[in-house]
């Protein structure tokens, strides 16, 4: 079946660190990837995607790349700032599962000045 | 830039009683979900529709739970008979075929 299983937080950092937050996925097909950010109080946005294998999405400075070898869509950035501080969603969609998307448990995100 | 609106923002409902919850997807979208949080918890899926007809349900997506969409824009979730655990933001999503979900932000559920 489809899953995600996202690194567990929560991730405290200091501001201008180096991120990183592991997703790896289980797949039937071939799979879309997504990271989706959470702020305080508002819902899910769409951070950055990839469509295919070796595909690097990035927004705002974050970057992750989809790694078919190793099943894996790692969320990198490389200086955060306070304004990330969110929770952070990595995703799936399976065209062969009718547009379905599954979720991973979320990972905290705090930044400190 | 289209987006999903979801209404009422916040509503809080006695135990036992009926709530509707409202959404307006994205015009041109063909999908649409409803998913929920419960406070500081994992986004989990309730249901996705498609072509008028629920195309999957998970496991909390019981009777007491079921959607419409009663004309061209909206799409809604009733909750039949809450229960203090239906307590959540309530989160309607839309796409196309292949594209990212759009999220709306969400209708935050208190029973009591």
């Known amino acids: 079946g489809n899953s995600v299983t996202q690194m567990e937080g929560p991730v405290t950092l200091s501001e201008e660190a180096f991120l990183t937050i592991n997703c790896t996925y289980t797949a039937t097909g071939y799979p879309s990837l997504f990271w989706y950010v959470q702020y305080p109080g508002e819902g899910l946005q769409l951070l950055l995607k990839?469509?295919?294998?070796?595909d690097k999405g990035s927004n705002k400075g974050f970057e992750a790349t989809y790694r078919k070898e190793t099943t894996s869509f790692h969320l990198e950035k490389g200086s955060v700032q306070v304004s990330d501080s969110a929770v952070y969603f990595c995703a799936l969609s399976d065209p062969n599962t009718g547009n379905q998307f599954y979720f991973g448990t979320g990972t905290s995100l705090t930044v400190i000045p | 830039e289209p987006e999903v609106t979801q209404t009422p923002s916040h509503q809080v409902t006695q135990m036992g009683q009926e709530v509707i919850l409202r959404c307006v997807p994205i015009?041109?979208?063909?999908?649409f979900y409803w998913y929920r949080q419960i406070l500081g918890q994992k986004v989990e899926f309730l249901v996705s529709f498609y072509n008028n007809e629920i195309s999957e349900k998970s496991e909390i997506f019981d009777d007491q739970f079921s959607v419409e969409r009663p004309d061209g824009s909206n799409f809604t979730l009733k909750i039949r008979s809450t229960k203090l655990e239906d307590s959540a933001m309530y989160f309607c999503?839309?796409?196309?075929?292949?594209?990212?979900?759009?999220f709306g932000n969400g209708t935050r559920l208190t029973v009591t």
């Open positions: 015009s041109n979208h063909l999908y």
């Open positions: 990839a469509t295919k294998a070796d």
């Open positions: 999503a839309s796409s196309d075929w292949g594209s990212p979900l759009h």
